[in-house]
């Protein structure tokens, strides 16, 4: 890398001198018909080896490069306006580097064309090829201009290697990248129907209180917040490729969300800084506008999310100490694209600032070790040193502390949930959910107790003579809001073994009666009332007619299965999307600065 910066640099102050000079290299005196370098176009080059004290040799190849691609914009300019053809320059990245291809195409063609014939010339299948202009990854459909693509552009092909097994990791980050979507999208297309007592896809500011949104921006939101933790999950094990690619779906989501919402946390600054990062991992210098784009929204996202001298933030966490890695590694982007963008000055000022925020981050290795033994992970060791200076027992404790704040805010948008979930009593007033657990202490279902406590406007002793006298007036009651929060398990009270003999005896399926005496909380008249009317919340198949459920009890079981059906593949997305992703809370304050500091040194020497 170093090598390609050194030469990318060359080119840089360049094009600085021929634009200082108001100088075109593809016209005369500088170029001629044979192709030869001119006298004109040699005493450029011993002037500008002079001024900038480097070797004419190589003054010479830069301004060559520099010529030819003048010359080739040129005639493709010309052949666009001729044939409707455009010239595409696609840029390869990663371990399967082919430097820059030239593509040939009009711009009404598909975008899967233009992936089958990068992919053809690089000798690669057609969906390993990822092609990203602009911030965005170029779709299948719709057609190239409508997708923002122009004559004279230049793309990045995230491309691997053609080894077995840099196949197969290339397959996989498709299919990560795909699963993960997949998953995010299930869970939020089921964002209001989840019981609220789970804790799937809850958004959280930045004290751990719940953010409530319209089902839109929630979904959005939520799918858009789960690719960006799965590409930082990417980040870490260095796959800049399935990261880019996860990051740019995230902002896709994420764009769909009004600017209150996205300013009130600070995952989307955050994810401009990393869209950034992966660019520069992925040594896409042509991707230098957009990531400055990026960084100036995540400027201006950190001043509102924080505060202009982040107040905010202190106000909040009594700290701002951990959230200089953000600060800092925004400089540290600043500082690169300004200096590709040959803004030297602010480069040099902009690296400056941060290898000061860079040196004040660092924190004792041995501190570090100490915290640890205490039972906290490295990267929450480093969070505590940094907010408390070094000092090891206050780290611990205000660890400790913020572990609690945290803790109880979750806990009070739990409860407030729950409470929500379950409903008003006859009086207008809401269910108690200290009054439910107890009921549910006393073995009632969570099911009956809310049933009961909404009848007896929150009174225990009528709800549990009413659990108790009057079952089938709860029966009656209207609880499809509560069916798929109570599982099969706990949706009813034991079934008494006795009465399930008794009722074994009589002739009724054990399963059947079993499910009769939980519906009828163990009550053997109205147990047998219920399997003679084939009411029962649990049918089985039976041979006596007298048995064999209603069509209606036959449709309520078969959406409950649905139901049931649905939970568990959402219960599935989950495990999968908890597996990818990090758990801890603020994962993105936790970094070496190894990476940091590798870039710092390289481009300060540069400059």
């Known amino acids: 890398m170093e090598s390609s910066l050194e030469h990318e640099d060359l080119l840089i102050k360049l094009r600085a001198k021929l634009n200082e000079g108001k100088i075109k290299l593809w016209d005369p005196p500088y170029i001629s018909s044979d192709d030869q370098n001119t006298e004109s176009f040699l005493e450029l080059?011993?002037?500008?080896?002079?001024?900038?004290?480097?070797?004419?040799?190589?003054?010479?190849?830069?301004?060559?490069?520099?010529?030819?691609?003048?010359?080739?914009?040129?005639?493709?300019?010309?052949?666009?306006?001729?044939?409707?053809?455009?010239?595409?320059?696609?840029?390869?990245?990663?371990?399967?580097?082919?430097?820059?291809?030239?593509?040939?195409?009009?711009?009404?063609?598909?975008?899967?064309?233009?992936?089958?014939?990068?992919?053809?010339?690089?000798?690669?299948?057609?969906?390993?090829?990822?092609?990203?202009?602009?911030?965005?990854?170029?779709?299948?459909?719709?057609?190239?201009?409508?997708?923002?693509?122009?004559?004279?552009?230049?793309?990045?092909?995230?491309?691997?290697?053609?080894?077995?097994?840099?196949?197969?990791?290339?397959?996989?980050?498709?299919?990560?990248?795909?699963?993960?979507?997949?998953?995010?999208?299930l869970l939020s297309e089921y964002v209001d129907e989840l019981a609220d007592d789970e804790e799937y896809m809850r958004l959280e500011d930045q004290s751990g209180n719940t953010i409530e949104l319209p089902r839109a921006e929630k979904r959005a939101l939520s799918v858009g917040l789960a690719m960006h933790s799965r590409g930082r999950a990417a980040i870490k094990k260095h796959d800049y490729s399935l990261a880019l690619v996860l990051l740019l779906e995230a902002d896709r989501q994420l764009s769909e969300c009004r600017s209150q919402i996205l300013s009130s946390v600070d995952n989307w600054a955050v994810l401009q800084l990393d869209i950034a990062w992966c660019y520069l991992c992925l040594r896409s210098l042509q991707s230098a506008n957009d990531a400055a784009t990026r960084l100036t929204r995540a400027e201006l996202a950190f001043r509102k999310t924080y505060?202009?001298?982040?107040?905010?933030?202190?106000?909040?966490?009594?700290?701002?100490?951990?959230?200089?890695?953000?600060?800092?590694?925004?400089?540290?982007?600043?500082?690169?694209?300004?200096?590709?963008?040959?803004?030297?000055?602010?480069?040099?000022?902009?690296?400056?600032?941060?290898?000061?925020?860079?040196?004040?981050?660092?924190?004792?290795?041995?501190?570090?070790?100490?915290?640890?033994?205490?039972?906290?992970?490295?990267?929450?060791?480093?969070?505590?040193?940094?907010?408390?200076?070094?000092?090891?027992?206050?780290?611990?404790?205000?660890?400790?502390?913020?572990k609690k704040e945290r803790d109880a805010a979750r806990k009070s948008s739990r409860d407030a949930r729950e409470s929500r979930a379950l409903g008003v009593c006859m009086d207008g007033s809401t269910v108690s959910v200290d009054l439910v657990r107890s009921l549910q202490e006393m073995g009632f279902s969570r099911r009956l107790a809310v049933l009961a406590l909404r009848n007896s406007n929150n009174n225990v002793t009528d709800a549990v003579r009413l659990i108790n006298d009057h079952p089938d007036l709860l029966r009656d009651s209207d609880a499809s809001d509560l069916d798929e929060t109570s599982s099969s398990s706990e949706s009813q009270v034991e079934a008494d073994a006795r009465l399930l003999e008794e009722l074994k005896i009589m002739g009724y399926p054990v399963e059947q009666a079993s499910?009769?005496?939980?519906?009828?909380?163990?009550?053997?008249?109205?147990?047998?009332?219920?399997?003679s009317s084939g009411d029962c919340s649990q049918p089985c198949q039976s041979s006596n007619p007298s048995t064999s459920e209603s069509a209606e009890a036959s449709r309520k079981r078969q959406k409950k299965e649905e139901r049931i059906k649905k939970r568990k593949a959402r219960e599935e997305a989950l495990r999968r999307l908890r597996n990818a992703i990090r758990a801890d809370d603020e994962d993105y304050l936790d970094t070496s600065l190894t990476d940091e500091s590798h870039f710092l040194a390289q481009y300060k020497s540069l400059l």
């Not at 990045?156 to 999208?185: C, F, G, R």
């Not at 202009?308 to 540290?332: C, D, P, Q, S, W």
């Not at 909380?521 to 047998?528: E, G, H, K, S």
Request: glycine share 6%; net charge negative; hydrophobic share 40%.
């Open 307 to 402: 505060g202009e001298e982040h107040e905010r933030l202190i106000a909040l966490k009594g700290t701002a100490e951990n959230e200089r890695v953000l600060f800092m590694r925004l400089y540290l982007l600043q500082g690169i694209v300004a200096y590709h963008q040959n803004k030297r000055q602010e480069a040099r000022a902009l690296l400056e600032k941060a290898e000061r925020e860079l040196n004040s981050l660092q924190v004792d290795e041995t501190s570090v070790e100490a915290v640890m033994e205490l039972g906290w992970s490295r990267g929450q060791a480093c969070t505590g040193l940094r907010a408390t200076n070094g000092d090891v027992n206050r780290a611990h404790h205000y660890l400790e502390e913020k």
């Open 515 to 531: 499910a009769a005496l939980r519906a009828a909380n163990n009550d053997l008249n109205t147990t047998i009332e219920m399997l």
């Open 45 to 185: 080059a011993n002037a500008y080896a002079i001024d900038l004290s480097i070797d004419v040799n190589i003054i010479i190849d830069g301004l060559k490069e520099l010529q030819q691609h003048s010359i080739e914009r040129s005639k493709a300019n010309e052949e666009y306006k001729e044939t409707g053809c455009a010239t595409l320059r696609v840029k390869t990245t990663g371990p399967g580097n082919k430097g820059v291809i030239r593509v040939v195409r009009k711009l009404t063609i598909m975008g899967s064309e233009l992936m089958e014939t990068v992919a053809e010339a690089l000798g690669v299948e057609s969906p390993r090829v990822k092609l990203i202009f602009n911030g965005k990854v170029i779709k299948s459909a719709p057609s190239l201009a409508e997708q923002g693509v122009n004559n004279g552009i230049q793309l990045m092909a995230l491309i691997m290697a053609e080894s077995p097994e840099q196949v197969k990791k290339e397959d996989n980050m498709y299919m990560e990248m795909k699963e993960t979507l997949d998953d995010a999208t």
